[in-house]
């Protein structure tokens, strides 16, 4: 079997290093694998009107929401929780529910009330280019390119990182797309946010750091692709490749950041109790004293949040704050 794995791996007997990815590859015989998961996938060759709307949802007593996100926040008596997204008209009935800065009705919910998350994104083509659609609303598309470089011609409405050559975003009219193909993946909820920085950006959660390099008095949120993320965030490589890991990234004022926590847990594993370095909700891994061990295997997992100010944050070059991105909030 093929195996595409994080630069963690590299120095394997039979592995290769892909720079341009940031992975390495190689073969391995079925029978070596400790775990192996499917996740359900459906691609359609046509957009319509009963084609669900891209971004993150989930089902909660038969009802549909969306997601913020798949990394969540802890409460302060540690229950990990996802945040939903209220999806019809109008306000939702329950005191639970609040306006967000973006004009939509959320609460936050025990994540163990949600079984799995489905991620939708459609397929389209903008000036001759085909684009992934990571949401639409009021009438506007937000496109991103995850490789390949920014084109050539002029475009005010793309935006990019410090790098032209790998990927960019846009928001643009929804009338300006030719739609042509729709991909939903569904996947279990994992353990969500087990360690880190968690705040609410303008009302939605989101894993932040202060990157070196960014203007005084703001914040970093990052996204991994397949969240649910708005206008605001952008596209960005991890470094200056045609091919190369990307991120979404949003600048944010620290007056939009509120309930700044920072989240710990402790597990119990191999009969001792042991801090939890991050999470790996794609893979179903928690990480535990230097390696790793399946979600499904651990038992006991116990959060705790404690209020910071922003001052506390982490400061990271943009390099290592996708680099803790990528361990801790997967999808």
């Known amino acids: 079997m093929a195996i595409i794995g994080p630069m963690s791996l590299h120095g394997l007997p039979g592995f290769d290093t892909d720079y341009q990815t940031g992975g390495v590859y190689g073969d391995v015989p079925f029978d070596s694998l400790e775990r192996f998961w499917l996740i359900r996938t459906t691609h359609q060759d046509g957009v319509d009107e009963r084609t669900p709307l891209p971004g993150l949802s989930t089902v909660v007593d038969g009802t549909q929401f969306g997601v913020t996100d798949t990394c969540g926040t802890v409460s302060s008596a540690g229950v990990r929780q996802l945040q939903l997204l209220w999806p019809g008209p109008g306000k939702p009935g329950g005191e639970e529910w609040v306006l967000d800065g973006y004009g939509c009705w959320t609460t936050l919910m025990d994540r163990s009330l949600a ?86 950006v303008k009302g939605r959660t989101t894993i932040l750091s202060r990157p070196i390099g960014t203007a005084e008095g703001t914040i970093m949120a990052v996204r991994n692709r397949g969240q649910t993320v708005t206008a605001d965030f952008v596209m960005h490589p991890l470094h200056d490749e045609h091919v190369a890991p990307v991120e979404w990234r949003a600048q944010v004022r620290e007056a939009d950041v509120t309930e700044l926590r920072r989240i710990s847990s402790m597990v119990r594993w191999n009969g001792e109790t042991a801090p939890v370095g991050g999470t790996n909700d794609r893979n179903d891994e928690l990480y535990v004293g230097g390696g790793s061990a399946a979600w499904s295997e651990i038992g006991d997992l116990v959060s705790s949040a404690d209020p910071i100010a922003p001052d506390a944050l982490p400061t990271r070059a943009l390099a290592a704050a996708g680099q803790y991105k990528y361990s801790e909030i997967r999808l």
């Open 115 to 200: 079984q799995e998350v489905r991620y939708v994104e459609w397929k389209a083509v903008w000036r001759d280019i085909t684009v992934n659609v990571a949401g639409v609303r009021d009438g506007s598309a937000h496109i991103f390119v995850s490789s390949g470089g920014v084109p050539e011609f002029h475009a005010p409405e793309i935006e990019h990182g410090d790098s032209v050559r790998s990927s960019w975003s846009a928001v643009v009219p929804t009338g300006d797309l030719s739609l042509r193909s729709w991909t939903s993946v569904d996947r279990p909820v994992g353990p969500g946010v087990v360690a880190g920085e968690v705040g609410l």
